[in-house]
């Protein structure tokens, strides 16, 4: 399935981060990809993949949803005929990307397939966090488990696009998007932990993994 991100507009937006950024060159550089990948986005002949869609929303400061869709988090969206209000609830998108929680493929497509519904309050308050960082992804997997099973559905933190504290993270390793513990060790190294004791902990360099963001809620079946 598709790896990219499709929107008629999209090349639109990205003018737009381009023109704030002064040039390709420059937005290229902060974002870590040649200027011929920006290029092509900006000529609809190539779209960005998820990873570097997030990438984009970190560097210039703006929403995956703003970049994805040309909404931002917040717009009132219409429910059986009546408009919810902005100012009481934010919606979040999720999107048709299904993170590995073990080993394999992790991506089967990156379109925002739904919105969820959360309210602001709440998530300014108990999430501590700004409701424009936040996208939904599902997990797929065991490695995990008990803490995140197959098919729950992920709240993740784009603001937090580095190690900080313990915690469970969405992380790329090589060409592989996955949802692990990360712990830091005494010398400086993390430690990537498998919830699930049947997988071995891997010790690697701080900078030998790049963190997407933090989990900081799951929802799944009983």
């Known amino acids: 399935m598709s790896t990219t991100v499709g929107n008629s507009d999209l090349h639109q ?36 993949t998820v990873s570097n869609l997030v990438a984009l929303a970190q560097v210039a400061h703006v929403s995956v949803e703003w970049l994805a869709t040309g909404h931002e988090p917040g717009a009132a969206k219409k429910s059986s005929g009546q408009a919810t209000n902005p100012d009481d609830y934010v919606f979040v998108p999720r999107y048709d990307v299904r993170i590995t929680t073990g080993r394999g493929n992790s991506i089967r497509s990156e379109q925002v397939v739904d919105y969820l519904a959360f309210k602001n309050d709440w998530v300014r308050t108990r999430l501590n966090t700004d409701p424009r960082n936040l ?18 559905l992920l709240l993740v933190d784009l603001g937090e696009p580095r190690f900080k504290h313990d915690g469970v993270y969405v992380i790329r390793r090589n060409s592989d998007l996955a949802v692990k513990r990360l712990q830091r060790r005494p010398d400086g190294k993390l430690l990537i932990i498998s919830d699930n004791p049947a997988y071995t902990p891997v010790v690697i360099p701080a900078e030998g993994v790049r963190i997407i963001g933090r989990v900081i809620w799951a929802a799944g079946r009983l």
């Open 135 to 152: 996208l939904l992804i599902e997990a797929v997997g065991d490695s995990m488990t008990p803490t995140l099973e197959d098919s729950d």
């Open 13 to 48: 937006r990205l003018r737009h981060l381009v023109d704030r950024f002064g040039s390709v060159a420059e937005l290229s550089r902060a974002l870590g990809v040649s200027d011929n990948a920006v290029y092509k986005w900006l000529s609809g002949r190539g779209q960005p």
